[in-house]
């Protein structure tokens, strides 16, 4: 399986034959540092420098198909602020994509502000990959499939709660970061459980503005207790692509959303709206 997915995340022809085969007007793509990097974490000098120049030729090339996000070592200081900032105002990149921890940091640490700072600044949005953390995979891994995808999700909730609680959002109050659905625990916890109530729909102007959801996937539920917690207009549909390979995406993203319950603007705003304005694409 991840053979193939790797072979597939490689190739121009397969992300772009995704796009005729799922009938997709458009795809935003990144590389994960999380591939590229040894046995310590660590990512050759050079690589997150080169990925942004090549995401930034095909998306070129492919221009209306493709939009890209920089990939940048959030944990990297100054130096990860100032190829956020190179990517964006050089190379043209409409965002940027973090992972949710490395070693014992977790987004919103003191190391990570400068990124995050320079997104606010440059005014793109931050999209939190959830990863492997070697510990909480040991304890889940055991559980299969569903196991690791849990770890992986609690890596991805702690970003956001520690961007939340660590005060990261008062300091940089035009921060925007897109989470993926594997965070809903801490999605929840934020807006609704015990003393949080901090990102519910009517809470606005509270953390609610900061914070954005990706669906990364169909299912009918999700987008409605998405939209429930953090209101249309902070909900973006993904696909996942090629980890999960969906078909026909419009006819069965259309189905979901009946069965959500949800109305022509706020399906609009899902499956497209939304990217459109935080992308700033016209």
């Avoid at 539920?221 to 996942?240: P, Q």
């Amino acid at each position: 399986m991840w053979e193939k997915i790797n072979a597939s995340l490689q190739s121009e022809k397969e992300l772009l034959g995704s796009l005729e085969d799922g009938n997709i007007e458009a795809r935003v793509i990144n590389t994960p540092t999380a591939f590229i990097e040894d046995a310590d974490g660590k990512v050759p000098p050079d690589a997150i420098r080169r990925i942004n120049d090549q995401i930034a030729a095909l998306v070129t090339k492919r221009a209306g198909k493709l939009y890209g996000l920089a990939t940048v070592d959030a944990f990297a200081g100054d130096d990860g602020a100032a190829e956020l900032t190179r990517a964006v105002r050089e190379l043209g990149l409409r965002g940027v994509f973090l992972e949710s921890a490395k070693g014992d940091l977790v987004l919103g640490d003191k190391p990570t502000r400068p990124t995050l700072a320079a997104a606010a600044r440059l005014d793109v949005p931050v999209f939190v990959h959830p990863m492997t953390d070697p510990q909480l995979d040991r304890r889940f891994a055991r559980s299969g499939r569903l196991g690791v995808r849990f770890a992986r999700g609690a890596i991805n909730s702690a970003a956001l709660i520690n961007l939340l609680e660590g005060g990261t959002f008062d300091e940089i109050p035009k921060l925007k970061v897109v989470v993926t659905t594997l965070a809903f625990g801490g999605v929840m916890l934020a807006a609704g459980f015990g003393d949080g109530q901090r990102i519910r729909p009517d809470a606005a102007p509270l953390a609610r503005r900061h914070i954005y959801i990706d669906t990364m996937g169909l299912n009918p539920a999700a987008i409605r207790t998405a939209v429930d917690l953090l209101g249309a207009d902070h909900v973006l549909m993904g696909t996942d692509w090629p980890v999960a390979v969906e078909a026909a995406v419009p006819k069965r993203l259309q189905k979901a959303f009946a069965h959500a319950g949800l109305n022509a603007a706020e399906q609009e705003m899902i499956a497209s709206g939304n990217a459109l304005r935080l992308l700033k694409i016209t």
